[in-house]
C-alpha cells in the first residue's frame, strides 16, 4: 500500500514543500521552511506578524501571534532561514500556516558554500 503522506523534503526533515501545501486539511499540523523574504508587523494587527518564506517551489504565509512571537523572537527577528511548524489554515482563498514553533536555521545556508557541494551540483 503507497505512504499517503507526501514525500520528505531531504532538509530540514519532514518538511512540506510549499507547492503541496493545498494537500493537508485545514487544521493539520505542518512544517515549512524557507528563506525569509518578508516580514510585516501592520500596527493594526495587534502585535501579530506575518512572515513569507521562499522555498524552490514557492511562497507560504506564516502568521505568528504575539505569544509565539515571545517565545521565538530572535528567530523571528534574525532569521535568514526558518523552519515552522504550524496549523494550517485556509481563509479567503488563501493558505496561511498559523506558527506555533519557529527555528532559526540560517546555518545550513553555509552548507551552500562548501566545495564538494558546489563541485557535485556541477556533475552530468
Do not use: Y
Not at 118 to 123: G, L, P, V
Amino acid at each position: 500500500m503507497p505512504d499517503p503522506r507526501p514525500p520528505d523534503w531531504p532538509k530540514p526533515p519532514a518538511c512540506l514543500p510549499h507547492a503541496m501545501l493545498d494537500l493537508p486539511p485545514a487544521g493539520a499540523r505542518v512544517c515549512v521552511a524557507g528563506l525569509v523574504l518578508v516580514r510585516q508587523r501592520p500596527g493594526t494587527a495587534r502585535g501579530v506578524i506575518f512572515v513569507t518564506l521562499e522555498d524552490e517551489t514557492g511562497v507560504a504565509n506564516v502568521v505568528v501571534w504575539a505569544r509565539v512571537f515571545e517565545r521565538f523572537r530572535r528567530a523571528v527577528i534574525a532569521g535568514r532561514l526558518l523552519r515552522v511548524a504550524g496549523r494550517v489554515q485556509r481563509e479567503a482563498g488563501v493558505t496561511h500556516v498559523i506558527a506555533e514553533e519557529i527555528e532559526d536555521i540560517s546555518h545550513m545556508l553555509d552548507e551552500l558554500l562548501r566545495h564538494e557541494i558546489c563541485r557535485a551540483a556541477d556533475q552530468p
